[in-house]
């Protein structure tokens, strides 16, 4: 029996299609610290990891040390402000090319190059350089929280449009959108964005800094860093309610610490999923528990590809398809009166 059930897991086919990139198996390492290093991510991939996302470059990043270089210098002529921001610039991404390059020099998984950004600024034109360095393709992450109270849902919204565009028209490379989940209409949002037939894959969804207040010090902290394994009940729920809805690739992000997180996902209609959390808690050798375990429940349940499951529990598949609805607990669940 122990032959029978290597011979199986040797012929299984873990591979899938995300981004139009072939990747081994669904499971992708996000973008973090983890990947922030070429021997870093010459170790995921050692240990399996199918792709990577390299640590995001910030906006924010790239404008303020920019800024600060023009702010800290005197000129004798104006040319000289122009040329110090705009070497400030070119300096921000400069180690972000390079390890681009050094990385697809050393691996042979997708490196996929991520920035962090809420507007249509200057720094789009880096993505043409990102492509040119060699990334396979790039993750925007666009991280809204609609905290303005003067700024309405749509003018919100409409940035992930304009971002969208303002990339496309510059690099040729596939494009992800790792958004946000806030949202009136989500699934109507999502359903619009893949409508523009420029986002290559959606990545669902983004992990907030979440604050916190400490009561002796009176100062606003950091609550935790690192997400649960509970955290992947949001994620789950709208993948389930997307995945036949909309032409387009989906990733899973938050809450994937084990292979019955990465199973959940692929049923749910994931076509790959992210995780960091667990990595960090368990070491980058804990990529080949959750390939491991995905392996040995394929072959229980006699499934020899991802394609034979993905989907099988997502919205329009399930048995009680509106447990994915239901936002109350019913009375006997929630068993308070």
């Excluded at 792709?51 to 404008?63: D, H, P």
């Excluded at 510059?170 to 523009?196: C, E, R, Y």
């Amino acid at each position: 029996m122990r032959n029978k059930i290597e011979i199986d897991i040797h012929i299984m086919d873990l591979s899938v299609k995300y981004l139009g990139l072939t990747l081994k198996n669904p499971v992708i390492v996000g973008s973090s610290g983890l990947t922030n290093s070429v021997e870093k991510i010459k170790e995921l991939e050692k240990h399996g990891a199918a792709a990577v996302v390299l640590k995001s470059l910030f906006e924010e990043q790239i404008l303020f040390q920019a800024d600060n270089a023009h702010a800290n210098n005197d000129y004798d002529y104006p040319e000289a402000a122009d040329y110090i921001k705009a070497y400030a610039k070119d300096s921000a991404i400069a180690d972000y090319l390079s390890l681009i390059k050094d990385a697809k020099k050393e691996v042979n998984i997708p490196v996929i190059a991520s920035i962090n950004c809420v507007t249509t600024g200057e720094w789009v034109s880096f993505a043409k350089k990102f492509e040119e360095a060699g990334a396979d393709a790039i993750e925007l992450n666009i991280s809204l929280l609609p905290s303005n109270i003067e700024v309405d849902s749509a003018t919100n919204e409409k940035k992930y449009f304009d971002i969208i565009d303002a990339v496309k028209k510059t690099v040729n490379i596939p494009v992800a959108l790792k958004m946000s989940h806030f949202s009136a209409g989500l699934s109507n949002l999502i359903q619009k964005l893949s409508w523009t037939k420029q986002i290559d894959a959606f990545v669902l969804f983004n992990r907030y800094y979440n604050p916190d207040i400490d009561i002796n010090t009176l100062k606003i902290t950091s609550s935790g860093v690192f997400s649960t394994p509970e955290d992947i009940s949001q994620s789950l729920r709208w993948v389930a309610i997307l995945a036949d809805k909309i032409k387009v690739d989906i990733a899973a992000s938050t809450g994937v610490h084990d292979a019955d997180g990465v199973i959940k996902q692929l049923l749910a209609g994931a076509g790959a999923v992210q995780v960091v959390s667990t990595l960090y808690k368990h070491g980058a050798s804990h990529l080949e528990t959750l390939i491991k375990g995905l392996e040995e429940w394929m072959t229980k349940n006699n499934y020899k590809s991802i394609e034979d499951f993905k989907g099988k529990v997502n919205y329009e598949s399930a048995d009680n398809a509106v447990a994915f609805d239901r936002v109350q607990f019913m009375k006997y669940f929630g068993g308070i009166e």
